[in-house]
């Protein structure tokens, strides 16, 4: 990779007069002979890519280096906080220019603006990853980046009703020319980015999910989690052949991956308030489910071979009765994470990791079961999908590749819980941010 690199100053090279060639020639030559005689003593990464691209030679130039968008602190839920994380970085995409690293929230607050604590992006989220990830489409940069520290442009969202989604996109439309674009940095005050009118596909958004990857201590812990789940469900595996006096040299069993059901139950007192009041208002059906229905629904899943062990991802408040876990159909034996014995990884954490951890033990999961009428499993469902675009399977629903997701709160074609896939066409992200009952595979 490197020698190409060479290759293509060479034909910079070529450009100037004919005795320089010769020169330059066996400089350049020289050069590649005395790096590969000196790379392996120093600790230089030759893999490290930004270091040898020159910046002329970035097919990708994407959002300009030198400009920038600063945002308010981001707020509120996990799933709030990556959805105005993604609009603040496509607002700047949109702007021709890189994000600078917002404060997102430890805590999950609602009106107590004194219980904010404000977490840096880079505590929670890799950011060199990020803008690896994200290269030539969004980029976030550093307030050191900054170079001119006379007051920003201060870019003010309109509200009220007459605030429209097309004046929204009026004033960012202006803000690419114009008096604003002058400035180094152009500062949004007013809402806080959740509230911003959308103006992106859901394709755009999950670009932007796809290129956050935790930060390495909290990925380390989910690590963890997984891996108390696997053995888990090695253990069930081993008793059942036991009990059923298989010998596990002629069954081939034992030896296959250990997979598991993920599911996100939302039962849980405030929740099940909210969701008749919301039932209620909207005229819709569907959007509660109690304990007994999701354990049905989850029961006529075939996708695993069991047994297997069922994650519950659960509000704190329902760890202090044990019944969650029980009733559930022989083979499908449920687990949350104090009877898997992981408190003490969740107690550590504030809020936001917390949830965190749980959204990507979700992901990873070999089947994921959730509410479509809440952003957390939307937001779960959009990332496994991703995976699924990318593995080249957007027909198949992810059975085959052990990436199948359903909503435990829609009954499907067969009866059993409805199979989902997030439609990566939709032109707004209006049906994952507040859910839907319209939800499909294909
Ligand atoms: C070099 O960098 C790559 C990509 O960042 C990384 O995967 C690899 O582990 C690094 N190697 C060394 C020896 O540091
Ligand atoms: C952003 O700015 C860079 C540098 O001026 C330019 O090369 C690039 O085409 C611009 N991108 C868009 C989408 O306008
Ligand atoms: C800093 O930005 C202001 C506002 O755009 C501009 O008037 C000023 O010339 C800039 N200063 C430098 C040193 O670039
Ligand atoms: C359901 O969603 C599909 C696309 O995902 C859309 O074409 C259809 O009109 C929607 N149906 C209703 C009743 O909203």
Redesign the pocket.
């Known amino acids: 990779m490197n020698f190409l690199l060479d290759l293509k100053h060479l034909k910079h090279i070529s450009l100037l007069t004919r005795p320089v060639i010769c020169k330059c020639l066996l400089v350049v030559i020289g050069l590649i002979v005395l790096r590969a005689i000196v790379s392996p003593f120093l600790a230089i990464n030759l893999s490290e890519k930004s270091f040898y691209e020159p910046s002329t030679l970035d097919l990708f130039p994407g959002v300009r280096k030198d400009k920038f968008v600063e945002v308010p602190q981001i707020i509120w839920g996990l799933n709030n906080q990556k959805i105005a994380f993604a609009r603040a970085c496509l607002t700047a995409k949109f702007l021709n220019r890189s994000l600078l690293m917002p404060s997102l929230s430890a805590s999950l607050f609602y009106k107590e603006v004194d219980f904010l604590q404000p977490i840096p992006f880079d505590k929670v989220f890799d950011f060199t990853k990020f803008n690896a990830r994200c290269h030539g489409f969004a980029r976030l940069a550093r307030y050191s980046e900054v170079s001119n520290h006379t007051e920003p442009y201060k870019l003010q969202k309109g509200s009220g009703r007459r605030w429209t989604v097309e004046r929204d996109l009026d004033q960012l439309q202006q803000s690419k020319t114009g008096e604003a674009d002058g400035y180094q940095v152009i500062h949004v005050t007013g809402k806080h980015p959740f509230l911003w009118p959308d103006h992106w596909p859901v394709k755009n958004y999950a670009k932007v999910f796809d290129c956050l990857a935790l930060a390495p201590d909290i990925e380390a812990e989910v690590v963890k989690v997984i891996s108390k789940i696997k053995d888990a469900g090695e253990k069930a595996r081993h008793e059942a052949a036991i009990s059923h006096k298989k010998k596990s040299i002629d069954d081939g069993s034992l030896n296959l991956p250990v997979q598991y059901i993920a599911v996100r139950m939302r039962i849980e007192k405030d929740w099940m308030i909210h969701c008749k009041k919301w039932e209620k208002r909207s005229n819709l059906k569907e959007i509660c489910s109690s304990k007994g229905e999701i354990i049905h629904k989850v029961s006529q899943i075939t996708d695993l071979r069991r047994p297997v062990v069922v994650y519950l991802a659960v509000a704190d408040s329902l760890l202090e009765d044990d019944s969650v876990t029980s009733g559930w159909r022989v083979g499908m034996i449920a687990y949350e994470k104090k009877k898997l014995g992981v408190t003490d990884i969740y107690e550590r954490q504030p809020y936001l990791l917390k949830s965190a951890i749980d959204f990507e033990v979700c992901a990873r999961a070999d089947v994921f079961v959730g509410n479509s009428f809440s952003t957390f499993s939307n937001l779960v469902v959009l990332s496994r999908t991703e995976r699924l675009y990318k593995l080249g399977v957007e027909s198949s629903c992810g059975e085959d590749v052990g990436l199948s997701s359903y909503a435990y709160n829609v009954i499907g074609d067969d009866g059993g819980p409805q199979r989902w896939m997030t439609?990566m066409?939709?032109t707004s992200l209006q049906r994952i941010s507040y859910g839907?009952n319209?939800?499909?595979c294909h």
């Open positions: 439609d066409l939709d839907t319209n939800i499909s």
